[in-house]
């Protein structure tokens, strides 16, 4: 291993040996986190706002499976995503994701947190309402961000020009990874378009791990796609180094169902048992780590044939 | 919390805290129930009958989502269904699911008890045999309820008119929530049909939740229904009180996969991973338990888009 | 039970019951066993090659459940499927599932084991290149047998007349069952095709079961099938005597999500849940395990409805 490891993480992977993956049962990790540790808890803001922006789904025009070419106008549409901005939207900020992948920014907590996200719409595009609703966490109504006639409020339907901030609260039970995304009138259209993102909430004491990989599995122009691109030599190129931490966040929306499978690499589910491939349907979510020990030049894909062959599959380099 | 607990349940929630939500590990529950408590193992029977009714999936006519309207022959359809007797099949009775469901009666039980279901066809709509069959107990081959050419026996193929009793054992391995569907000769279009319900079966020494919300997902007309309706105004709406233990048992049957979600919400999986969406196949059933402790009106659906956009979606509404 | 068991097995069941059925949380098991037996670790090889065969989804040429007669061009189709060989290729030999089963043979091996198998490509149907992709096990990135372009070797293209050997470790996470499968630039064809397998892999000290049962979801010329036959007639009929442990290995790769059920028996999940139905996805695949204990003609079948009648159920006998 690269470096020595501090805590529950340590025993966990002591444990388990360095050629053991693990499926972070995060919720066991965090008991044990939290009376290792009591971090001070904190309010976190965040600053997001829906912004047209002209996505290509398939930058270099080239399906690389079966060796086609395709035209800027097949793979590139204009579009309404989530995009951060600093404090009091003074500014737009360059996502951590923001330059590889079509969804909003991973927005990170720790249990105990409240986390304040202001949502600006300014969709000039569409000019319709939208909004943001987020999986895992704790809020009143209010802050449900879903559309229901006659019984939910203003941040269900943010018009454009207006601002919400929905207040929510990372319980013990929204450590792991999550999706939010659009659930005011405009969904339907605004999930196809982009307008999702992620949630990255480690438990009270847990370290944060070296590499931190989103794989957003979707559906874009036809094309199947991860962070919004299509085919090897556009989805991300994940990196890292034999003995880091690397922690897959795994999500999806829409319509469609997936199995995420990486080469190379087993993981230990919460219940025990190995696997290297897992079914996740809209919606869910998960979060898989591993002590990386196997340098080389892997594939990761989506199972579901249809689906690699249409664009799911990337590539990840491990370097010693 | 609204009331004092007794036996393992309260040991568990207490253990818990009351913020945190459970999905039943009815497996750990019903063992330790058992050593807490030794019930009378019963002989419990029911009478029901494959009866012709007309049901309207969208009542209201009104696509709530899209803003459309329907007109009643879009919605309505003459079918056959299962629908409870009482004892010696003297008479309907109001099913508890009877008046907002298109499922049959739900089933109750404990496990030791032996299980006598009663079935008569009565279907004079389309005079086809029908059967019952049951997931989650023992039986012998003879109350299988299964169609198999040449080794099936009357309780396959119960003509109209005729009777037949299947005898069923809920063993230690029946506790939770299971789906009953006809598996005869007639079962492709029955299912299509409503020919499905539910049995729930508590663990030995296990108290009944305070609420318990049964969702069936299927497909009629075209439409995602939930217990056979389409769209809020028409698909249940399930009502708790702060401090009430609630039970969703989730089914699905027919050719479609989806993802349960429920908002505001999150339940702790057997493996100990939090959740807020769950996938779930053709003839598979989960029961879900929590303390409710977050008042408001809220949407439970399926999170698979399609599906929640063409009626699969109800609202929960939570009091102080 | 019909005869004594040893090791962490007779704990387990004996602590189970005899009615009580065990899906293998077999990472426990191993850990278990690997305390309990130190097997010496096996060089195991194997010799597989890329045959083409006719082979003919529906022998007896009748839909057994609409009643319906094929014609044997309907049903047959020249293709390319793994055939185990003897060493050195010198002649073919009748795989363990050979005579039933359009997958290649069932490669065994336990933990600790270094796994050689000798790959030669015989495809004279198709001229076209292949490859043996393992899931489960550890190898190098020369051993991946999966295309990538500019990063990938000669076992991942394997042409007409060439041989190739991979090599794999069965570490701790590879306790199960695994499938292979074709990932070299002609994937797609292969699979629908049939090239593909099952390895099945044993715990340190865990004993093999009475029986084992390979059911493989596939489809194949538009016909739902299980081991490359679809319908009852033509599916595999497993058999079993009480007293057996019988377990059951199910896979599945292609587009489709199933469910897999066998009537009249439950089983246990590793978290605790029982179940009787199960999803799986595209390279998914889990092994089940029971003492068998229930006599009868059982069907056992992929529960989406639409599966079922297309031929994917089979009957399961268990005798005295």
Chains 1, 2, 3 share one sequence.
């Not at 969804?103 to 909004?131: C, E, K, Y």
């Not at 993981?267 to 990386?292: H, K, M, N, Y």
Request: glycine content about 10%; charged content about 20%; proline content about 6%.
């Amino acid at each position: 291993m690269r470096r020595a490891l501090r805590g529950p993480r340590a025993l966990l992977l002591a444990a388990l040996g360095g050629a053991v993956l693990v499926l972070l049962g995060t919720w066991s990790l965090a008991s044990v986190g939290a009376s290792a540790a009591t971090p001070r808890h904190q309010v976190r803001e965040y600053w997001v706002a829906a912004v047209p922006v002209s996505w290509n789904v398939v930058p270099n025009r080239r399906d690389a499976i079966e060796g086609e070419s395709l035209t800027a106008q097949q793979t590139t549409f204009r579009t309404v995503v989530y995009r951060q901005y600093t404090k009091d939207f003074a500014k737009p900020v360059a996502n951590a994701q923001g330059d590889e992948g079509i969804q909003g920014p991973l927005l990170r907590a720790r249990v105990g947190d409240t986390i304040l996200v202001h949502f600006r719409n300014l969709d000039t595009l569409t000019n319709h309402p939208h909004s943001m609703h987020f999986h895992g966490v704790r809020y009143r109504p209010g802050s449900d961000g879903a559309y229901i006639p006659g019984f939910s409020g203003p941040g269900a339907n943010v018009k454009p020009g207006e601002t919400f901030t929905y207040r929510l609260v990372a319980e013990k039970s929204a450590v792991g990874v999550w999706p939010y995304h659009d659930h005011s009138p405009s969904m339907m259209e605004s999930i196809e378009g982009g307008m999702y993102g992620a949630l990255s909430i480690l438990g009270p004491g847990e370290e944060a791990p070296d590499r931190e990989f989103v794989v957003y599995l979707s559906t874009h122009l036809g094309f199947m796609t991860i962070d919004g691109r299509a085919f090897v030599g556009n989805t991300p190129v994940f990196k890292a180094k034999v003995g880091d931490v690397v922690q897959w966040d795994v999500l999806t929306l829409g319509d469609d169902f997936h199995t995420f499978h990486v080469h190379g690499h087993r993981w230990i589910q919460p219940d025990g048992t190995p696997r290297d491939t897992q079914v996740i349907g809209p919606a869910e979510s998960f979060r898989l780590r591993w002590v990386e020990d196997t340098p080389g030049t892997w594939l990761y894909h989506c199972h579901v044939e249809s689906h690699m062959m249409n664009g799911m599959i990337g590539i990840y380099r491990v370097s010693r």
